[in-house]
């Protein structure tokens, strides 16, 4: 009971974190989740709760996609969620959450420090970003930081951030989550309890996040983004 309470409260600040920044479904639902069933597995449980909620705030904020960002992100998001998962079904590497904790704090410091805001990414670099974000998307349930950082370099609107955001990870939610239910669908059907309740928690800390982000100022939006990716790398080196 006690642990049910806290996957419901974890999915309620997860999908409200996402609604706002565009990333955090997988980032906070998947450690916790971990503590009981292990990483492997909580990855690919997450990864309901986490194409639910993300389909609900594509629907809320599909409007402001900017289009430009998503072809560049999109294709090569999805081929790298596709590898990545397909990875994940075979090996398990924890030196990956090293490498993706420090990668992740060196872009949160580079937004906070304004780095980010000079950078225009060309059409290769911005591919290699989809692709790389994917990749780990499919491989440890976690790529919002990566794709978050690079898209802060097309200086989009707060909307069309989490707009875009929230589209690619559609997409990578797609590619990866067949293969997911292939090779771990014995484990998920056992899980259904706490499927549902992460699921209940997603929804409704999405529709109270999306009316927040209305709220925020532009000045106050980005600085929080990066705030969150830094933390989300700290987290990740502190508890690989």
């Not at 909580?42 to 309901?48: G, H, M, N």
């Not at 209940?200 to 990066?226: N, Q, Y």
Request: proline share 3%.
């Amino acid at each position: 009971m006690i642990f049910d309470a806290l996957v419901l409260l974890a999915g309620t600040i997860a999908g409200a974190v996402a609604a706002v920044s565009g990333f955090g479904i997988g980032s906070l639902l998947t450690p916790v989740l971990a503590t009981h069933y292990g990483t492997k597995v909580a990855v690919a449980a997450v990864s309901i709760p986490h194409v639910i909620g993300t389909a609900v705030r594509f629907v809320k904020l599909r409007e402001h996609v900017d289009r430009r960002a998503f072809i560049r992100f999109g294709i090569l998001s999805a081929a790298g969620g596709l590898l990545g998962a397909l990875i994940h079904a075979r090996v398990n590497a924890p030196v990956l959450s090293i490498v993706l904790g420090v990668l992740l704090i060196f872009a949160g410091v580079s937004g906070l420090l304004g780095l980010t805001q000079r950078v225009h990414l060309g059409r290769r670099t911005a591919w290699a970003a989809g692709m790389l974000s994917g990749l780990f998307g499919g491989l440890v349930g976690n790529q919002g930081g990566i794709r978050s950082a690079a898209l802060m370099g097309f200086d989009l609107s707060k909307e069309s951030f989490v707009a875009t955001a929230t589209a690619v990870a559609l997409v990578v939610d797609g590619a990866r989550m067949p293969v997911y239910v292939w090779t771990e669908g014995r484990s998920l059907t056992r899980l259904w309890p706490e499927i549902a309740t992460a699921t209940a928690g997603v929804l409704l800390g999405t529709v109270l996040g999306v009316r927040a982000l209305r709220r925020i100022p532009e000045r106050v939006f980005r600085p929080s983004v990066s705030i969150l990716i830094t933390g989300l790398g700290v987290y990740m080196l502190l508890h690989r």
